[in-house]
Nanobody, 125 residues
Framework: HVQLVESGGGSVQAGGSLRLSCVAS????????MGWFRQAPGKEREMVAR????????SYADSAKGRFTISRDNAKNTLYLQMTSLKPEDTALYYC???????????????????WGQGTQVTVS
């Protein structure tokens, strides 16, 4: 049973920074895919950043590219999302997610991510 515990959300001014953390109950290296998603009320869930933990490759949504960085610390079983130059449109509930299906494609949130955190609110004004 995999549990994900998030922290780091909050309210910041435009142009500010936040660092989200996600502590996993398993070694992060044992997962196939890990990612950060966000969803604002009335809007579709969006994949912000993802990581293939097999090779460490990462990918970002166009809206996040150049501003957000996904990383991990295997020694601490923790996934991070460093967010800089935040904009009001970044306001959303952010979720950490992971999957252990090594036959999955990390691009597909419906199949590659079986475990989800509770979400942490990020508000930019």
């Amino acid at each position: 049973h995999v549990q994900l515990v998030e922290s780091g959300g909050g309210s910041v001014q435009a142009g500010g920074s936040l660092r989200l953390s996600c502590v996993a109950s398993v070694y992060t290296a044992s997962t196939r895919c890990m990612g950060w998603f966000r969803q604002a009320p009335g809007k579709e869930r969006e994949m912000v950043a993802r990581m293939n933990t097999v090779d460490g490759s990462t990918s970002y949504a166009d809206s996040a590219k150049g501003r957000f960085t996904i990383s991990r610390d295997n020694a601490k079983n923790t996934l991070y999302l460093q967010m800089t130059s935040l904009k009001p449109e970044d306001t959303a509930l952010y979720y950490c997610a992971a999957g252990r299906d090594f036959g999955s494609d990390c691009r597909d949130p419906a199949t590659a991510y079986s475990y989800w955190g509770q979400g942490t609110q990020v508000t930019v004004s």
